[in-house]
């Protein structure tokens, strides 16, 4: 396997030579090789992603879930999540620009993850959390049921950050774990790294769940940040539609490189077929999502 290993502390070559027993250095305008501040050409960041890319893959086993979501899968590397991987959600501002306590999109999406991992892998899925405050609730079963079996759900509750991590890392490690899940708002890069280096090891993914926007972990290989959107009422009525959740995309280490810096989708779940469906952004149009957004406004105040 070809790999590209760039010593930084390598001091920079220098040549001598011999000549009426002086010694010459080498001129000054000769940039060593492994000078920092040289740029570097756009091909070679290309080489090095790619190389990055077939690494992770290969660690992976060269598994990839797909969404379900045609234009999104063809951006993820493989056409879907890597199995062997970390991956992040977090939860965004609803349209108010607020991050609502209560607002369960990043939660319901998560679980959408944990149901696409759950069809293709038997065994036992593994949710670790550290309650929030004296309100928390768990995950509730019924709801999960949408998703998966909430039977092959198994919950740890820990009242450190430090152990629910430290329960993600050795379910990683056991088999018969089909995903593993850590709800927390901590953000420990020595622990994300340890869990995406045991993510590649086993072959089993990893999510960590946010409910509130957080410093990034640069070792995940996606990071989705998810926010409810305005649901789409019928005509002539104020009920309560279909879900609606926005989807951005904000990292994707090891996939095709997109138009925009930062990919948005609006989604709609579907309670009969249990899918989530990509809604047109031309329906959803200026002034129709501007009654729909105080209509939702005035549903999450009352």
Not at 116 to 136: K, Q, Y
Not at 248 to 267: M, Q, T
Request: hydrophobic share 45%; glycine share 8%; net charge positive.
């Amino acid at each position: 396997m070809p790999v590209i290993s760039p010593s930084a502390f390598a001091p920079p070559p220098i040549t001598r030579a011999i000549t009426r027993g002086a010694t010459r250095a080498a001129p000054a305008n000769d940039a060593p090789a492994n000078d920092a501040t040289a740029p570097v050409s756009t091909s070679l960041r290309e080489k090095v992603r790619r190389l990055e890319r077939a690494h992770s893959i290969q660690r992976a086993g060269k598994a990839a879930v797909p969404l379900g979501l045609p234009a999104i899968d063809a951006l993820l590397p493989e056409g879907g999540l890597l199995t062997g991987a970390l991956h992040e959600v977090e939860a965004g501002p609803s349209p108010s620009g607020r991050v609502a306590a209560h607002d369960g999109a990043a939660l319901g999406f998560a679980a959408h993850l944990m149901g696409r991992f759950a069809a293709r892998t038997p065994g036992t899925l593994l949710w670790c959390r550290r309650p929030s405050g004296v309100f928390d609730a768990p995950p509730y079963a019924p709801s999960l049921a949408a998703w998966f079996d909430p039977a092959r759900l198994l919950v740890v509750t820990a009242r450190r950050d430090e152990d629910v991590f430290w329960a993600m890392e050795e379910g990683l490690r056991c088999p018969g774990i089909a995903a593993v899940l850590g709800e927390t708002r901590a953000a420990d890069a020595t622990s994300g790294r340890r869990l995406s280096l045991a993510a590649e090891k086993s072959g089993v993914p990893a999510l960590l769940l946010r409910p509130q926007p957080a410093p990034p972990q640069s070792v995940c290989v996606t990071r989705w940040r998810i926010a409810s959107a305005p649901s789409r009422s019928t005509p002539g009525l104020h009920d309560i539609g279909a879900a609606r959740w926005r989807l951005d995309l904000r990292r994707n280490r090891f996939g095709v490189p997109s138009a925009a810096d930062i990919p948005s989708w609006l989604v709609e779940w579907n309670d009969e077929t249990r899918c989530l469906a990509m809604v047109s952004e031309t329906l959803h149009g200026s002034s129709g999502a501007l009654f729909e957004e105080r209509l939702f406004e005035e549903r999450m105040v009352g």
